[in-house]
């Protein structure tokens, strides 16, 4: 069963923080590159940053230096800690396999006011 469950989003003030979480299935997850990507209004989706099995990371040049992915391997999650947050970062985030599974989750919107 695929499955993709995001949460942790919300409102917050630029330079604030946000931490979100995913949990997935194992048929995603396991051994998997697992990535978040985002997709603001009128926007394609992008990716935002990406983390091996072995927990090595890249990530979108926009977010360098602010954001964070890990992952647990023992409960099927991953995470995104966002740091100094800006008013573009305002999208819905979503996780998913790099590369994407066909199927998403519902996302968790960010909202960042200036």
């Known amino acids: 069963q695929v499955r993709l469950v995001e949460s942790g989003g919300g409102l917050v003030q630029a330079g604030g923080s946000l931490r979100l979480s995913c949990a997935a299935s194992?048929?995603?997850?396991?051994?998997?590159?697992m990535a978040w990507y985002r997709q603001a209004p009128g926007n394609q989706r992008e990716l935002v940053a990406s983390?091996?099995?072995?927990?090595?990371?890249n990530y979108a040049d926009s977010v360098k230096g602010r954001f964070t992915i890990s992952r647990d391997n023992a409960k099927n999650t991953v995470y995104l800690q966002m740091n100094s947050l800006k008013p573009e970062d305002t999208a819905v985030y979503y996780c998913?396999?790099?590369?994407?599974?066909?199927?998403w989750g519902q996302g968790t919107l960010v909202t960042v006011s200036s």
């Open positions: 194992s048929l995603i997850f396991s051994f998997n590159t």
């Open positions: 998913n396999r790099l590369p994407n599974f066909s199927v």
């Open positions: 983390i091996t099995s072995g927990s090595s990371t």
